[in-house]
């Protein structure tokens, strides 16, 4: 089963990148300067209502913390709720500050790549090369 799905994740992403870099190189048939503006009304109880569904249902974070935490928290100790509250909110701050740092780099980034069109291409075909690079990866890999 482990093989199977190896292989559908590494044929999804070259299927992903070749999708992405032979996108550059269509004709361009819309005129971007007179497109439709790209709507980007989003509340922030909606941003923040889907982040938390995402993380909830996302099986990696809570094998992170069953993982991770108990190293920190002394068998022995009498705080078990208090140790672990100060590392879950010391990871919350810190994922915080990280996302918040992400979302202002790529805010003021998306700017200057959206009015740039071969930009957008050039930037397309890396990320294109870099999924293909990685499904083959994926497909070489042993375990």
């Known amino acids: 089963m482990f093989t199977i799905i190896k292989y559908l994740g590494a044929a999804y992403l070259i ?15 819309t005129n971007y300067s007179e497109a439709e503006p790209v709507k980007t009304k989003a509340t922030l109880t909606n941003l923040l209502s889907k982040g938390f569904i995402t993380t909830l249902t996302n099986p990696k974070v809570l094998l992170f913390f069953i993982s991770f935490f108990p190293q920190f928290v002394s068998t022995g100790g009498e705080h078990h709720t208090a140790s672990f509250l100060i590392l879950g909110m010391t990871y919350a701050l810190i994922a ?3 996302d918040l740092t992400f979302a202002i780099l790529a805010g003021s980034a998306a700017g200057a790549v959206s009015q740039n069109r071969g930009l957008q291409k050039m930037l397309d075909r890396i990320v294109g090369m870099a999924f293909i690079g990685l499904g083959v990866r994926l497909a070489l890999t042993r375990r």
Do not use: C, D, E, I
């Open 15 to 29: 299927y992903l990148g070749s999708k992405m870099v032979l996108g550059t190189f269509a004709k361009q048939t």
């Open 96 to 98: 915080f500050l990280t």
